[in-house]
């Protein structure tokens, strides 16, 4: 399934007119900048950086200030934020929009990882609807002529469903899109996306495109995706691990100026050895360190050989690599000319997780507005300096 090409933007975010109306999903510890120029090498679209804690930017924490840092091949920069604070939020939208940082801005309303919700952050935060309002307008106006936009959940669980006020809510303030991951924290990763979720919330917020995300694994995917629930435009998280070419399988198969650019990809085990050491190079570049690059790259190596004849042996040394030059050694000794495996590289890859009870804040769902209570947990959740 493919949408026919056209010679306009496929997708146009505030000002930026992108060739593929595809964006990459922020991912803690992946969506680094070498991942971000590896994608970018084979596709279009938009590229955002990982999730990136408003306080710690404000703050000036080192390794956020590392995080935000963009090649000079990348445009536009987009950055994605974590915050619990309307004036903590506002104060790191300016801090990027005056520094000349970011040419897009991504809110995070969707993370369900309990140490984020457990405070009243991520897809918890949305349930507040006075604070979300807030938080967003204040955010819209901070950013001016960047655009903003908010990626969210469906709620918290089935029974807490906040995807369509937090989405009229953000249309009202001004940003410039919004994504909706369709599940719910709750949900975390497991089951099946909820697409429907993504056509009810298209119905409801018509004056900004809006974005699906969940179980795009293909570019046959994201096409039907946007068929079915009349999204505008696709955002791809766990679908690239391992397959950084997906960027060009969508924008040919999903239309736009750069369908007609990008190149088929016979994904030989030739291929994928020399994506994954173009990744790890980038990697020793971005952390000007070949022991840290190398140490880094290790986590994406099942991913990257999924269905290819690497054996067991092979797989765990390239696990344990400290250098390029070990990485050299071990992919000369794989059959490069091995054929695409087919059915057995395709399909989910990640953590599914199992449903499971959100970690809120006590007392959190029972009420909409602010209580002592829940204000406290989130004074104590904008103490991170984690760096994102």
């Known amino acids: 399934m493919s949408l026919s090409v056209s010679t306009g933007p496929a997708l146009r975010i505030g000002p930026i007119a992108l060739d593929a109306p595809v964006v990459l999903a922020p991912m803690a510890g992946i969506t680094n900048t070498a991942f971000r120029r590896l994608c970018r090498e084979y596709g279009a679209g938009l590229y955002v950086s990982e999730m990136i804690t408003t306080r710690a930017l404000v703050e000036r924490n080192a390794t956020t200030m590392r995080l935000i840092t963009h090649h000079e091949s990348e445009t536009p920069r987009s950055i994605q934020l974590y915050g619990v604070d309307p004036s903590t939020t506002e104060a790191a939208v300016r801090l990027l929009v005056e520094e000349d940082r970011a040419d897009h801005i991504d809110l995070n309303f969707g993370c369900p990882v309990p140490k984020v919700t457990r405070k009243g952050g991520g897809a918890a935060l949305p349930w507040k609807l006075g604070l979300f309002r807030e ?51 709750a949900e975390f990763y497991s089951g099946q996306a909820d697409w429907a979720a993504i056509a009810e919330l298209k119905r409801a917020v018509t004056g900004i495109p809006v974005l699906g995300n969940g179980d795009i694994w293909s570019a046959d995917d994201a096409a039907r995706m946007m068929a079915e629930t ?21 924008a040919r198969g999903l ?41 880094d790259i290790r986590k994406h190596v099942a991913w990257y050989f999924k269905g290819y004849p690497v054996g067991g042996e092979t797989r765990a040394q390239l696990a344990t690599v400290s ?5 050299d050694d071990l992919l000369a000794t794989l059959d490069l000319d091995a054929p695409y495996p087919g059915a057995a590289a395709e399909g989910q890859r990640g953590r599914a997780g199992t449903p499971k009870r959100p970690a809120l804040p006590d007392g959190w769902l029972q009420s909409r507005e602010m209580t002592g209570d829940a204000a406290r947990a989130l004074a104590d959740a904008e103490v991170d300096t984690s760096g994102g």
């Open 255 to 295: 239309g736009g100026p750069a369908a007609a650019t990008a190149a088929p990809v016979d994904a030989t085990l030739g291929f994928v050895a020399a994506a994954f050491r173009r990744h790890a190079e980038l990697l020793v570049e971005f952390f000007e360190d070949e022991g840290r690059g190398c140490r």
């Open 230 to 250: 009349g999204c505008d435009g696709v955002v791809v998280g766990r679908g690239c691990l391992g397959r950084p070419w997906l960027f060009g399988d969508l």
């Open 135 to 185: 938080i967003v307008t204040r955010a819209a106006r901070a950013a001016g002529d960047v655009p903003l936009t908010v990626k969210m959940r469906k709620g918290i669980d089935s029974d807490h469903l906040t995807f369509l006020d937090a989405g009229r809510i953000a249309e009202d303030a001004g940003v410039a899109a919004v994504a909706l991951h369709a599940r719910t924290a």
């Open 323 to 327: 250098t390029l030059a070990e990485i």
